[in-house]
């Protein structure tokens, strides 16, 4: 299982001084040491963490795939087109929310997207989608010819108890199967951390997992480095 490392928190604390540090891109030199196989930011229509220069600078640094989550408006498809990053996720943004709230409603979009998704492929951009694990939801993402999807994990994440993880791991499984079944490449991401990544890394079907929070999180104690290091041991544990 691959792990991309999201940063924008590291903007996050910068723009709290609204000044140069802590680098994103530094950030993202330190992920890629510790083991990062990826490295996520998320521009927002908002800017409130990362800004577009992050993402041409990073795009000019790294060596890893560097995948930008946003939301599928032309001002970020203009964007993209010009910076070219190796991939786009996208996702739903509502102006006040703390952080990505839900899936992308593909049935809801299903006219747009399509169109949309095409001008990004057609430039080299590889797209995902964030995507709840509803059945529904990704058979309709097939149906337009989405080819990578991002399951949302957020109900897993905020499990509070064994049983419930159980409950929500084995819905996960099965959407999971059903979706390599389409023939889609399935990714991970939302609230995973290095607790409940022990009983999801045994989704070996899921290509790559996404995660943020608690990887900054951990590096504010013990560096970023060591922060991803632990969190891909913990991923590769039992390869
Ligand atoms: N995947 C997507 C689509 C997200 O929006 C986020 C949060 O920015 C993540 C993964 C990472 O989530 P977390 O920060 O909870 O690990």
């Known amino acids: 299982?691959?792990?991309g490392v999201n940063i924008d928190?590291?903007?996050t604390l910068r723009e709290a001084r609204k000044g140069s540090e802590p680098d994103p891109v530094q950030a993202a030199v330190l992920a890629e040491l510790g083991g990062a196989d990826?490295?996520?930011?998320?521009?927002?229509?908002?800017?409130r963490h990362i800004k577009e220069r992050d993402v041409e600078l990073l795009k000019a640094t790294i060596k890893?795939?560097?995948?930008?989550?946003?939301?599928?408006?032309?001002?970020?498809?203009?964007?993209?087109?010009?910076?070219?990053?190796?991939?786009?996720?996208?996702?739903?943004?509502?102006?006040?929310?703390?952080?990505?709230?839900?899936?992308?409603?593909?049935?809801?979009?299903?006219?747009?997207?399509?169109?949309?998704?095409r001008e990004l492929e057609v430039s080299g951009i590889k797209v995902s989608i964030f995507?709840?694990?509803?059945?529904?939801?990704?058979?309709?993402?097939?149906?337009?010819?989405?080819?990578?999807?991002?399951?949302?994990?957020?109900?897993?994440?905020?499990c509070k108890d064994r049983e419930c993880e159980?409950?929500?791991?084995?819905?996960?499984?099965?959407?999971?199967?059903?979706?390599?079944?389409?023939g889609m490449e399935v990714?991970?991401?939302?609230?995973?951390?290095?607790?409940?990544?022990?009983l999801f890394r045994n989704l070996k079907e899921v290509e790559e997992v996404n995660i943020g929070h608690s990887i900054i999180s951990r590096a504010a104690f013990v560096g970023l480095e060591r922060a991803v290091r632990?969190?891909?041991s913990l991923l590769n544990f039992n390869l």
């Open 1 to 3: 299982m691959r792990l």
């Open 9 to 11: 928190h590291i903007a």
């Open 38 to 47: 990826g490295i996520t930011v998320h521009l927002r229509g908002d800017r």
């Open 64 to 117: 890893v795939p560097l995948n930008v989550e946003m939301a599928a408006t032309s001002e970020m498809k203009a964007i993209m087109l010009t910076i070219l990053p190796h991939q786009v996720t996208l996702v739903p943004e509502k102006k006040d929310e703390v952080t990505t709230e839900g899936g992308l409603d593909v049935i809801l979009n299903q006219n747009v997207l399509p169109d949309y998704i």
């Open 131 to 158: 995507i709840d694990p509803d059945k529904e939801q990704i058979r309709a993402a097939h149906k337009i010819g989405v080819k990578t999807i991002e399951l949302n994990t957020t109900r897993y994440s905020e």
């Open 166 to 182: 159980k409950k929500e791991y084995g819905k996960l499984q099965e959407i999971v199967k059903y979706s390599k079944k389409l």
């Open 187 to 198: 990714l991970a991401g939302h609230g995973l951390n290095y607790r409940n990544i022990q």
């Open 230 to 232: 632990e969190m891909k």
